[in-house]
């Protein structure tokens, strides 16, 4: 498990542990993360948000990033203050991942699940766009966000990164679609580790 470099380390854990099914979706954990990297490629995002769409559930593999089982989901407010369950996958992983990238590939990945909270609640229609697996979790993570907490995420500097990256996560669930494999973005990855 333990790589030469980072990327070693994670491209160990993508081809282990993404091989396990994706909470109820149709495609593994590793189809789904690469998915989401190729989908922000193709959207013309910045090489970081590229990388945050390829890493953002790394929270979710058991083991790697808190040597106890990977979460299911995360728990309302779980983004922004307290303790760290550790189901909270988003956070864990950001957390994670700041052992070697900046805030730029981290901060979308710790706010992708408020985000979805977030766009349920200021855009009418997107609930509808979700998986039945993506509604389910919504409820254990405290459903659309409501009063200050939409304020707070909309003044996070890393907010609308998450709100893409976000849409991304939400798409690349097609068992039908063979994303590049994890070679493709090693460069990138590589090009973002902190010095
Ligand atoms: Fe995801």
Redesign the pocket.
């Known amino acids: 498990m333990t790589g030469a470099n980072p990327i070693d380390q994670i491209a160990d854990l993508f081809a282990i542990q993404g091989a396990s099914e994706?909470?109820g979706e149709r495609v593994t954990q590793a189809a789904?993360?690469l998915q989401?990297a190729h989908l922000a490629e193709q959207d013309g995002a910045h090489d970081a948000l590229i990388a945050a769409a390829l890493l953002?559930?790394v929270g979710?593999f058991a083991g790697a990033t808190s040597g106890e089982a990977g979460g299911a989901d995360d728990l309302p407010g779980a983004e922004f203050s307290g303790p760290i369950p550790p189901q909270m996958h988003s956070r864990r992983g950001a957390d994670w991942l700041a052992q070697w990238f900046g805030p730029e590939v981290t901060e979308p990945v710790r706010l992708?699940v408020a985000a979805k909270r977030y766009l349920c609640a200021v855009e009418p229609g997107y609930a509808k766009t979700l998986s039945a697996a993506s509604i389910y979790t919504l409820g254990v993570q405290g459903g659309p966000m409501s009063g200050a907490e939409l304020d707070e995420f909309a003044a996070s500097p890393h907010a609308q990164d998450a709100c893409r990256l976000r849409r991304w996560?939400?798409a690349?669930k097609d068992p039908d679609v063979a994303a590049p494999p994890f070679e493709h973005f090693k460069p990138l990855l590589l090009s973002l580790v902190k010095r």
């Open positions: 994706y909470l789904h993360m989401a953002h559930d979710h992708h996560d939400d690349a």
